[in-house]
Every structure is written in C-alpha cells, then in structure tokens.
T-cell receptor, first 112, second 115 residues
Framework: QQQVKQSPQSLIVQKGGISIINCAYE??????FPWYQQFPGKGPALLIA?????SEKKEGRFTISFNKSAKQFSLHIMDSQPGDSATYFC???????????FGTGTRLQVFP | DTGVSQNPRHKITKRGQNVTFRCDPI?????LYWYRQTLGQGPEFLTY????????KSRLLSDRFSAERPKGSFSTLEIQRTEQGDSAMYLC?????????????FGQGTRLTVV
C-alpha cells in the first residue's frame, strides 16, 4: 500500500526555469519529510528536508513548501541547471524509527 | 572515508545461487537500514537494526532473505536460492538515533542481476 504519492513521473525544463515536484502523504505518523536526489548508478543523496511544524524551507535554489492540513509537500528548484538532471524522490519518515517511505520518483531533465 | 560503504557494487549470479552483500555504515551511526530499489521505483524498506538488534522487517523480506549486524557495526544481507525477481539495487543507509531523529545517509548500493 503506497503511502506517499509523487508527481509528475517525469519533467522537462529549460535551463533557468522552475522545476516543481509534488508529493502527498496519508499517514500522520510521519515526522520529517526529506527530498533525495539520485544520479544513475548512485545511491540517493539528501537534498533538503522539512519538519511538519514549518511551512517552507529554502536552501539556495531549492525550496520545500509544506501544507500540513492538506498532507502535501513540494520541491521547487529555481534557476534549474543541466546539472540538476537526476531523479528526485520525496520521502516521509516514520516517527521513532527513522524508516523512510519513498515516493515513486520524478525524472528531471534540464535542457540548455 | 566517512560515508556508507557497500560491497560489492555489482553482482551477477545464476538463479538458485546464494549471494551476500556487505554494508559498512558511518562509524558513529547506531541505526542501519536495508532498502531495495527496482528500476523506475523508489527505494522500498526491507529491514533495520538499532545496534545489533533487528527491530523491524518488511513483508517484502521473504524467508530467503536474512540480515545480520553481529557487533552493531557492519551488516550483511544474504539472499538464498536467488530468483530473477530479486534483481534490483540493494541500498544500505545509516543514521544516528536521537529523540528528534536524524537524516539517513545512503551508500552507493549493490546492483544484483539474477540470470
């Protein structure tokens, strides 16, 4: 039973544009919402994360927006660059275990 | 190297053979996780340890799968009688258990191909 839904499945953005990826969760036992970036043949790497008591977090070109009442959160990549081309996964962490439930991933391609 | 290390990086095996993967977590991390990732999907939780104790196992972890963390440091994941459906990337992650939780750091994974 999938508990984290992610969209879109793929995204094509021109260099300098904004990339937006959305996730929705169902389980209220989640206490932390990270985004991971994965390049082919590599393990996922933590990109940015947010706790549910915060509505927005920004780190450089990356911003997470969090809507607790709607159980939704999104990743915005400003000024997208070709080097951002990767697969992005949202995740939700189960309280007290640190176990992560991942979304299905979004393959981002940024063209120059 | 201060990251999570996994060996081997790639493994090709014939159906029915047993395979074992190793994970060395970040040294001060007391939690260690195994995930499985198939092509085009997100990682799926398999099991996790706190120190040497295995605290949770997913229903995905059939009786052909066994994981150990004998001294609370490195961990091994063994798959017996491999099947073609076991072909996947096996990812290990580690974290430091704290009251507010910490980030999990992933290794590069072991890609298993069962032929």
């Amino acid at each position: 039973q999938q508990q984290v839904k992610q969209s879109p499945q793929s995204l094509i953005v021109q260099k300098g544009g904004i990339s937006i990826i959305n996730c929705a969760y169902e389980n209220t036992a989640f206490d932390y919402f990270p985004w991971y970036q994965q390049f082919p043949g590599k393990g996922p790497a933590l990109l940015i994360a947010i706790r549910p008591d915060v509505s927005e977090k920004k780190e450089g070109r990356f911003t997470i927006s969090f809507n607790k009442s709607a159980k939704q959160f999104s990743l915005h990549i400003m000024d997208s660059q070709p080097g951002d081309s990767a697969t992005y996964f949202c995740a939700s962490r189960v309280r007290a275990t640190d176990k992560l439930i991942f979304g299905t991933g979004t393959r981002l391609q940024v063209f120059p | 190297d201060t990251g999570v290390s996994q060996n081997p990086r790639h493994k090709i095996t014939k159906r029915g053979q047993n395979v074992t993967f190793r994970c060395d977590p970040i040294s001060e991390h007391n939690r260690l996780y195994w995930y499985r990732q198939t092509l085009g999907q997100g990682p799926e939780f398999l099991t996790y340890f706190q120190n040497e104790a295995q605290l949770e196992k997913s229903r995905l972890l059939s009786d052909r799968f066994s994981a150990e963390r004998p001294k609370g440091s490195f961990s091994t994941l063994e798959i017996q009688r491999t099947e073609q459906g076991d072909s996947a990337m096996y990812l290990c992650a580690s974290s430091l258990a704290m009251s507010e939780g910490t980030e999990a750091f992933f290794g590069q994974g072991t890609r298993l191909t069962v032929v």
